[in-house]
């Protein structure tokens, strides 16, 4: 089947757009909440972190292929799980962060530079 442009009445078109709901952005709250604490162990070991993700955080180094994995405990703090990288070739790594259970972070480059 062709649609050809004699068979599309802008008219039509218009009067779709005009019954199409508005999206209120004043009436959309941000749900997403900071999860803070301070990282015990691991490359960032007493600093104040703030995570996405209520689980915790991943601290990816891309250039040597390393990964901390930082878990949230009840008291707030983010305690690394092993203060020896892993391999970031890990599926499963990938997947904690691809289920939003963990957030992920990058240390600033060696050039400089802000962290994420």
């Known amino acids: 089947m ?3 442009e ?3 009445d802008p008219a039509d078109l218009v009067a779709e757009l005009d019954d199409a709901p508005e999206l209120d952005l004043a009436a959309v709250e941000d749900d997403s909440e900071l999860y803070s604490g301070t990282a015990r162990g691991g490359l960032w070991n007493g600093r104040a972190v703030e995570s996405r993700c209520p689980k915790g955080f991943l601290l990816i180094d891309r250039e040597h292929g390393w990964v901390w994995v930082y878990d949230r405990g009840d008291d707030g703090t983010f305690t690394v799980r092993s203060d020896e990288p892993a391999p970031l070739d890990d599926d499963g790594r990938w997947r904690a962060a691809e289920e939003g259970n963990y957030d992920i972070m990058v240390p600033a480059m060696a050039g400089g530079g802000d962290e994420s």
């Open 2 to 4: 062709t649609i050809e």
């Open 6 to 8: 004699s068979d599309v």
